[in-house]
C-alpha cells in the first residue's frame, strides 16, 4: 500500500508544479492584457484628439497623393 501511497504523492506533486506554473503564466498573461489595454487606451484617446483638431492646422504639412504628377510626366 505504500508503493500506492508513494505514486498518489507524486501525481499531487506533479499536479502542484504543473498549477503553480499555470497561475504564473497567467498573471504574466494577465498584466500583459493590462498593459495592452493601457496602450490602446491612449492610442484611442490620441485618434480622439487628432479628430478634433481644427482642419487648417491638419492641412499644414500635409501630403495628398492626387496634388502631384506622376514621375513619367
Do not use: C, F, W
Not at 504574466?28 to 493601457?38: I, K, S
Amino acid at each position: 500500500m505504500s508503493t500506492l501511497n508513494a505514486r498518489t504523492d507524486e501525481r499531487l506533486t506533479q499536479l502542484e508544479i504543473k498549477i503553480s506554473y499555470t497561475e504564473d503564466l497567467l498573471d504574466t498573461l494577465n498584466a500583459l492584457v493590462a498593459n495592452q489595454q493601457d496602450q490602446i487606451d491612449l492610442l484611442l484617446r490620441e485618434v480622439a484628439r487628432l479628430r478634433q483638431q481644427d482642419p487648417a492646422q491638419g492641412a499644414v504639412g500635409q501630403h495628398v497623393p492626387g496634388d502631384e504628377l506622376p514621375p513619367h510626366y
